[in-house]
Nanobody
Framework: QVQLAESGGGSVQDGGSLRLSCETS????????MAWFRQRPGLEREGVAV???????RYADSVKGRFTISKDYAKGSLYLQMNSLKAEDTAMYYC??????????????????WGQGTQVTVSS
């Protein structure tokens, strides 16, 4: 059974940093597109960052230069380093995965594995 377990959310002030983690398996890390999505109150789920099987990354324009996605095969973990946080980054953040893809995109409908989410709150 596939499991994705997020952690690392919390409350920070504007300009602060957080590091989110997603624990899964080494098999998932090795064979899947791994991504972070977020859902802000009243809005649809949106893609934040994705890392392909070979390590290429893509980011939403709103987080470029501030967020960094990475993965550790040995630990079976996915990460999202978030710097220079803003109030508009406040959201529930989800880890997601989809397998058997050469290219990975930030379209939620393409992902078939999801974690339960971790809340990030940024206060100004």
């Amino acid at each position: 059974q596939v499991q994705l377990a997020e952690s690392g959310g919390g409350s920070v002030q504007d300009g602060g940093s957080l590091r989110l983690s997603c624990e899964t398996s080494r098999y998932m890390i090795r064979t899947n597109c791994m991504a972070w999505f977020r859902q802000r109150p009243g809005l649809e789920r949106e893609g934040v960052a994705v890392i392909e099987i070979m390590g290429n990354t893509r980011y939403a324009d709103s987080v470029k230069g501030r967020f960094t996605i990475s993965k550790d095969y040995a630990k079976g973990s996915l990460y999202l380093q978030m710097n220079s946080l803003k109030a508009e980054d406040t959201a529930m953040y989800y880890c997601a995965a989809v397998g058997s893809r050469d290219l990975c995109f930030l379209r939620a409908e393409e992902y078939n594995y999801w974690g339960q989410g971790t809340q990030v709150t940024v206060s100004s």
